[in-house]
């Protein structure tokens, strides 16, 4: 099935009466966390232009650290790993999403889960070989209110409803703007939306599921406010970056920021290819009523997990090891952390 932006009844996924309710397991590639925001047991950073750049971080003592791991190169390279969600890896084959459920303590025992998708649909004037991210409404594509988003580089945007049933479906959509081409879907549990960034975060799309409103597209622009005073050299610095925009919402306080991340490329390299190292974060608080979008260095308690696919933010008072009002970058090319109070933009 496919549509476009005017056609926005077809995209209303209602919700059966019974759910049935799924434990959190691990993440893989990134992750993101429902209901209680539990940490993940592990974390593979992949990227699918460079499959043999692998990295796994596990939980231990409530924080992450790296360490080598092997992983099964069929997936991340013949099968082509496109991203991860609430601990289900997504790879895609011959225009086919397949989501496998990752390693976890709790699942020894027992053979992991895969589920088959539909055959994605391309629409016209889009491609399907390369995709930004992945992520599910639910921690779980067997929940019976699933619905899994594929976020395609240009302006194809996918859902598939049911995924674990045999008339699973895809509803496909092109935004037509292109500063949601290379843009990141996210879930929010606290509005029931998809919710997509556009390039520079100025302007915000949501999809509500719920069919609460009569259109359930929306795009909403952000005004941004509290901005630092940057130096002549900051400004210019951060000018010659690559920055990226990501959403990540916290269950515990109902907040929503946006992070910017200015990344560098430095002179050392990774199997002949030059590493991208964090120069700076900013992070923005928003506001969805007034559509404002405000500079904080202060995100009380929380913690901010960064990554390329879901971020994720947990208080840093419910897991042991961890400092509050920080930001932990988890990436193929670094592992880091930043302290936004310690953030100096005037040098």
Known sequence: MSLLLNQPSKLCFRKPVLVRSSPLHSDGFSFSSLGSQT?????????????NLVTVVTRR???????????????????????????????MHKGVV????????????????????PPVVTLPLCQ?????NVAMSSSSPEDLDCVVAVKFFGPQLSFCRY???SDSEWINMRIPNPSFFSSSVMFSKKDDMFRILGSGGHLMGSWDLSCKHKNNHNFQRLRFKNIPKLTETKR??????????????????????MVKWYKKTVANTIHGIERMETEALM???????????????????????????????????SFRDMRPNRVKILDVDETTIVNLAAQNWNC
């Open 283 to 317: 992070v923005f608080k928003l506001d969805e009523e007034e559509g404002n979008a405000v500079y904080t260095q202060d995100i009380g308690d929380l913690v901010i997990f960064l990554t390329k696919s879901e971020p994720l933010c947990v208080p840093a008072s």
């Open 128 to 132: 399907t070989q390369m995709v930004t």
């Open 163 to 165: 995924p674990a049933r």
């Open 236 to 257: 210019e610095l951060l000018d010659s970056c690559y920055v990226s925009e990501h959403l990540v919402e916290s269950r515990t306080t109902n907040e929503t920021f």
């Open 98 to 117: 397949r989501l496998r459920e990752n390693p976890a303590p709790s699942l020894k025992g027992r053979d992991l889960k895969s589920i088959e998708l």
């Open 39 to 51: 940490l993940p047991y592990a974390i593979v950073c992949a990227d699918p232009c460079r499959p």
């Open 61 to 91: 003592e409530g924080d992450f650290s790296p360490f080598d791991r092997k992983m099964p190169m069929d997936l991340v390279e013949r099968m082509g790993m496109i991203g991860s969600s609430n601990g289900w890896t997504a790879a």
